[in-house]
């Protein structure tokens, strides 16, 4: 079984959306990593976030580009990230409130704010860019 079959494998049988290279890295060496990491890019079954950061992802039915598969998008894509980094952040009031069932208004977007110190990196998915602190 080579290094590209055993990083599908695990992708495709974790209940996790995020995955760092690092998790695969008892697989092969670093270089074999990366490119296995490239060709799963190539075949549309991940998508990069940044360095070092990927998500699942498949073909949209209906533009036919790459997006996540996590069922609750970029903003739940983004939680998940900080979570498995050990930041510390907070949610717009807007957003708890509507999260909560004390709004019926859903915003457009969530907004986060955490310590830049703690996580300090550029991720994108698609044309949105996740790591601007407010």
């Known amino acids: 079984m080579t290094a590209?079959?055993?990083?599908?494998?695990?992708?495709?049988?974790?209940?996790?959306?995020?995955f760092e290279r690092k998790d695969f890295e008892n697989f092969a060496s670093y270089d074999q990593v990366g490119r296995a990491l490239?060709?799963?890019i190539d075949k549309c079954e991940l998508m990069k976030l940044g360095y070092g950061l990927y998500t699942k992802?498949?073909?949209?039915?209906?533009?036919?580009?790459l997006m996540p598969t996590h069922p609750g998008g970029t903003d739940a894509l983004m939680r998940e990230?900080?979570?498995m980094k050990g930041v510390d952040f907070v949610m717009d009031p807007l957003s708890l409130q509507s999260f909560?069932?004390?709004?019926?208004?859903?915003?457009?977007?969530?907004?986060?704010?955490?310590?830049p110190k703690q996580f300090n990196r550029r991720l994108a998915v698609g044309s949105r860019v996740l790591n601007l602190p407010s």
Do not use: E
Request: charged share 25%; glycine share 6%.
């Open 38 to 40: 490239n060709q799963l």
């Open 57 to 65: 992802a498949r073909l949209n039915s209906l533009t036919g580009k």
């Open 81 to 83: 990230i900080l979570k």
């Open 100 to 115: 909560a069932g004390g709004s019926t208004q859903i915003p457009s977007s969530v907004n986060y704010s955490w310590d």
């Open 4 to 18: 590209l079959d055993r990083i599908y494998q695990k992708i495709k049988r974790s209940r996790r959306y995020v």
